[in-house]
């Protein structure tokens, strides 16, 4: 079993133990001593005293929440009074003895909160230090050539479209390979599962999509448009599927047959569905994502996201996870990211993952799965590569089915 480390720090600080305390404007306290002009929070009497302050977690994910508490006392028994203050980005706000933190989008982001305590003659200042995490990448698996759609099923496994070899592998969550590779159509790529267990599989190269077993065997061949590229299952079990060539999305039948077939934007790619069975599609050509009706009629966006939108995926939160080919680089030769966007298409934060990534997934633990064409290099002599992001959703991929394959919702479609 793998062991996920998150690091959550908790800390408290701030023993400012007072003997009076230096007025707002620097005039002398009860008890204390001449403050500075303009200073706050200069120490003195002991009647008003912040004992702790904490923050929790620290350091954040970016652009998540936390919650500090300050402790204080007054040893004449004042009622006090808090306000609260943030730096460098950092959004706080107050509710008395408790406030809640919000990290700016940036990793690496250091900041502070301060509060101020105040009894009506006297005031005291404790301040602390915050900052957001690093990127949380803990695991890097080889996974053949042209790796493209990802997907995980119901036992944990990952599936991988294996793009150059035209088959499908099944690894581990530890990145073993498991059940073996399996042959599909011609240039697989997205990847998605259904509620039977069973693995569905858009093939590029030509005009189907096939569906597997949970042993490998292939079911059923479907036609679907031009260059299909990736695919969603709705709570119906209808399947959904970008078009590239033709810039379309086919919704297909459990059985295979077409139900309808939309225009969306140039060279759609990822495709996820979300809680409400609105359909969100990257379009790679146009650097863009669109959100449609469950009928296929555009109702968001486009959203601006990085360059050559690929895979889609919606966590828990309904967030939208989108997988970037070239990350912003107008060249093409820096690695690829990751955009998360809020429900509204808003941007919450970027991701850099491996060269050329396609696409991704999230596990029941919440960490987004995100497969790289080319692995770590930019180019493709050593093979592709799987990436493991760990802490950055609030739980798994939403997923419309909540029968017993799938207790608690689960995740499981490549998107």
Known sequence: MKTYIRTYLSFSLIMLLLAGCAGKNGATGPQGR????????????????ISSLSATPNPLIPNRTALAVVNAYDSNGGTLTYTWAASNGWKVTGYGMTATITAPTAYNAAGSITVTVDNGSTSVTGTTILSTVTQLIINTFPAGYGPGGVAIDASGNVWVADDYNYAVSELSLTGTTMGGTFPVGSDPWGTAIDAAGNVWVANYG???????????TLITTATAGNGPECIAIDASGNVWVTNYKDSTVSELSPTGTTITTVTVGTGPNGIAIDASGNVWVANEGDTTVSELSPTGTIIGGPFTVGIS??????????????VNLYGNDPNHNSPGTVTELSPDGITIATYTVGFLPGGLTI????????????????????GGTVTEIVGVTQGPEYWPYTGPQFPGGGNLGFD
């Not at 030509?206 to 490998?216: I, Y």
């Not at 690929?310 to 989108?322: H, K, P, Q, R, T």
């Not at 064409?373 to 050593?382: L, Q, W």
């Open 363 to 382: 596990d029941a633990l919440g960490d987004v799965w995100v497969t790289n064409v080319y692995g770590n290099n930019s180019y493709a002599s050593n």
């Open 34 to 49: 001449q403050g500075s002009a303009g200073q706050q929070g200069v120490t003195g009497g002991p009647d008003l005293v």
């Open 206 to 216: 030509g005009t189907t999509v096939s569906e597997l077993n949970s042993a490998g």
């Open 309 to 322: 939108p690929e895979g889609v995926a919606i966590d828990a939160s309904g967030n939208i996870w989108v």
